[in-house]
T-cell receptor, first 112, second 111 residues
Framework: DAGVIQSPRHEVTEMGQEVTLRCKPI?????LFWYRQTMMRGLELLIY????????DSGMPEDRFSAKMPNASFSTLKIQPSEPRDSAVYFC??????????FGPGTRLTVT | DQQVKQNSPSLSVQEGRISILNCDYT??????FLWYKKYPAEGPTFLIS?????DKNEDGRFTVFLNKSAKHLSLHIVPSQPGDSAVYFC??????????FGTGTKLQVIP
């Protein structure tokens, strides 16, 4: 199995631009998670889906962030418009058991 | 509100010695605790877990200890190896709800 796949691995964009991060979970996993890693706050859960349905989006910072999971094999996290404070590493993870999550390699986002 | 806290951002240990990584939590409802390990440019990987009904869980060189009265858990690595150099995240969850992660501790094992 290829594991969780994220694209792009690196994204550099200018403030105000739209950014879309993509994730392909491990086949057969029924839960998908989006995290943001920063030095100050560690790994923050942004949103998670169970069977393609958003369960908890309380971690989404503001309306500029949105996430979708149109099917069991694909999810997107969109930031529109992006701001410099959104610069971070964004991880996608999938799981069958809530605690044993399998993480992707992450997308390093830089907003200038 | 940081419910899971790792107060030491970094730790250096000599190869062969014991590494002790600490974690404190505030939510007494947590019933499962986890440690994840992260190498640079990779996602975190699950390392070891412990249920709140236990006080110790061992897996090879890795042992996790839980002190519920102090709301404290620790990860012991014995003996430490250079390949253990990574960032270690403590995490916890209640029932089947979302996992809450700490800020991480960067471990450096010096050969």
């Amino acid at each position: 199995d290829a594991g969780v796949i994220q694209s792009p691995r690196h994204e550099v964009t200018e403030m105000g631009q739209e950014v879309t991060l993509r994730c392909k979970p491990i086949s057969g996993h029924n839960s998908l998670f989006w995290y943001r890693q920063t030095m100050m706050r560690g790994l923050e859960l942004l949103i998670y889906f169970n069977n393609n349905v958003p369960i908890d989006d309380s971690g989404m910072p503001e309306d500029r962030f949105s996430a979708k999971m149109p099917n069991a094999s694909f999810s997107t996290l969109k930031i529109q418009p992006s701001e410099p404070r959104d610069s971070a590493v964004y991880f996608c993870a999938s799981s069958l058991q809530v605690y044993e999550q399998y993480f992707g390699p992450g997308t390093r986002l830089t907003v200038t | 509100d940081q419910q899971v806290k790792q107060n030491s951002p970094s730790l250096s240990v000599q190869e062969g010695r014991i590494s002790i990584l600490n974690c404190d939590y505030t939510n007494s409802m947590f019933d499962y605790f986890l440690w994840y390990k992260k190498y640079p440019a990779e996602g975190p990987t699950f390392l070891i877990s412990i249920s709140s009904i236990k006080d110790k869980n061992e897996d090879g060189r890795f042992t996790v200890f839980l002190n519920k009265s102090a709301k404290h858990l620790s990860l012991h690595i014995v003996p430490s190896q250079p390949g253990d150099s990574a960032v270690y995240f403590c995490a916890a969850y209640v029932g089947y709800q979302k996992v809450t992660f700490g800020t991480g501790t960067k471990l450096q094992v010096i050969p």
